[in-house]
Structures are given as structure tokens and as C-alpha cells.
Nanobody, 124 residues
Framework: VQLQASGGGLVQAGGSLRLSCTAS????????MGWFRQAPGKEREFVAA????????SYANSAKGRFTISRDNAKNSVFLQMNSLKPEDTAVYYC??????????????????WGQGTQVTVSS
């Protein structure tokens, strides 16, 4: 499956962005989907994940209460709504997919497919 992330940009602190990730070349509904991010000089970190059906989600502590992950299997897409953005949210955001899991997955190494990343910059 190929993943294409979009929706990043420059936003002021307190603002919002909605990231999208569209999949092609596979049966989207079999994939657990996740969002990760990587800031300059830092390791890639987990942000949020959603199960194949969208029923279960998981968030990093830094994202809880501000970010919402969702998916639309009919549109082969997963979304990350980011509200109340902070300068420390500045990073390249990646979507990722892993097939045939029953639960959410927070470990980057478990994901098999990755999008190209979209830059999110939050100014203070």
C-alpha cells in the first residue's frame, strides 16, 4: 500500500490543522493506522493510532485532549485533527500502516508502510 500525507503547514500557537493520509494499492480496511512525528534532532515518536474499524484509538500523552485521529474506510483515508497547537508540536508528521492487527499499535517498528511526511510548523 502507498500512503500520501497532506495538510501540514505553518500555523500560530493555539491554531488548528487537519492532516490527511490517503492510501492506495491495497485494501485499506485491513490496516491499523498510526501517526508519528519527528522533530529536528529527535527520534520519531508516536502520536496517535486507530484500529481497522475505527472503534479503538490511542494517543500519546502529548496529544491527549488536543488531537483526534479518525478514519474513513470508504475514502481510504485517515485523519489527524490537531487543535490548540503548541510550538513543541513542530515536526514532520508521518502516517503509517500495519496490516491484520486487532489492536492499536504504538511502536513505530511494527508499522510496515510509511507515507512521505508532511511538515507542521507552529509559531509562538
Amino acid at each position: 500500500v502507498q500512503l500520501q500525507a497532506s495538510g501540514g503547514g505553518l500555523v500560530q500557537a493555539g491554531g488548528s490543522l487537519r492532516l490527511s493520509c490517503t492510501a492506495s494499492g491495497g485494501t485499506f480496511s485491513i490496516y491499523t493506522m498510526g501517526w508519528f512525528r519527528q522533530a529536528p534532532g529527535k527520534e520519531r515518536e508516536f502520536v496517535a493510532a486507530v484500529t481497522r474499524t475505527g472503534v479503538s484509538t490511542s494517543y500519546a500523552n502529548s496529544a491527549k485532549g488536543r488531537f483526534t485521529i479518525s478514519r474513513d474506510n470508504a475514502k481510504n483515508s485517515v485523519f489527524l485533527q490537531m487543535n490548540s497547537l503548541k510550538p513543541e508540536d513542530t515536526a514532520v508528521y508521518y502516517c503509517a500502516a500495519v496490516p491484520r492487527l486487532a489492536q492499536v499499535e504504538v511502536t513505530a517498528a511494527r508499522y510496515e508502510y510509511w507515507g512521505q511526511g508532511t511538515q507542521v510548523t507552529v509559531s509562538s
